[in-house]
């Protein structure tokens, strides 16, 4: 079985600008979850998407937003960049809701880099 | 609100050292405590994870980890390291039985010198 796939691996943008990020979860999985990395923060929890619905969101400004199409595939977007946007972002997917008794299994991350 | 603490934010070890990496939890409830690594280069994932029943788990790798309630912890451990546990280790908890988000502590990392 292929794993959690994320495209792109690198990304470079000027403030201001958006960005768009894919993950593409394992086959069969149903909810897939995304996470900001920075060496700061730790792993913070973006929103979780199950069903094409979106189950949790984190703490973060509306700036991000995401959405996960009826394949299972989904895609976070980023508006109006600031430096400190700058991190690895992480896609997990799992069959069920993750909140509850799932494994997560994470992607190799999106490194994005606001200049 | 949820949180995890990971007090040890860098461990350096020698191999054949006992390893005890310390994860506390806020949450009054019942959880679900997962401990997640990521090598140097590699995607995070799952080292062990306790639901319920025996609070001794045990792992891959030669982990386990201990649920005590009562101290609200969830510490990691293994006997005898090895250079290839060199890694990053995140403690995560989410509430059982509710429809909430798991938390992920910031993660320690270990360096084992050879």
């Known amino acids: 079985k292929a794993g959690v796939t994320q495209t792109p691996r690198y990304l470079i943008k000027t403030r201001g600008q958006q960005v768009t990020l894919s993950c593409s979860p394992i086959?069969?999985?149903?909810?897939v979850s995304w996470y900001q990395q920075t060496p700061g923060q730790g792993l913070q929890f973006l929103f979780e998407y199950f069903s094409e619905t979106q189950r949790n969101k984190g703490n973060f400004p509306g700036r991000f937003s995401g959405r996960q199409f009826s394949n299972s595939r989904s895609e976070m977007n980023v508006s109006t960049l600031e430096l400190g946007d700058s991190a690895l972002y992480l896609c997990a997917s799992s069959l069920g809701v993750t909140a509850l008794q799932e494994t997560q299994y994470f992607g190799p991350g999106t490194r994005l880099l606001v200049l | 609100a949820q949180s995890v603490s990971q007090h040890n934010h860098h461990v350096i070890l020698s191999e054949a050292a006992s390893l005890e990496l310390g994860c506390n939890y806020s949450?009054?409830?019942?959880?679900?405590l997962f401990w997640y690594v990521q090598y140097p280069g590699q995607h995070l994932q799952l080292l062990l994870k306790y639901f319920s029943g025996d609070p001794l788990v045990k792992g891959i790798k030669g982990f386990e980890a201990e649920f005590i309630k009562s101290k609200f912890s969830f510490n990691l451990r293994k006997p005898s390291v090895q250079w290839s546990d060199t890694a990053e280790y995140f403690c995560a908890v989410s509430a059982a039985n509710r429809d909430d988000k798991i938390i992920f502590g910031k993660g320690t990392r270990l360096h084992i010198l050879p």
């Open positions: 086959s069969g999985h149903r909810s």
């Open positions: 949450y009054g409830g019942t959880v679900n």
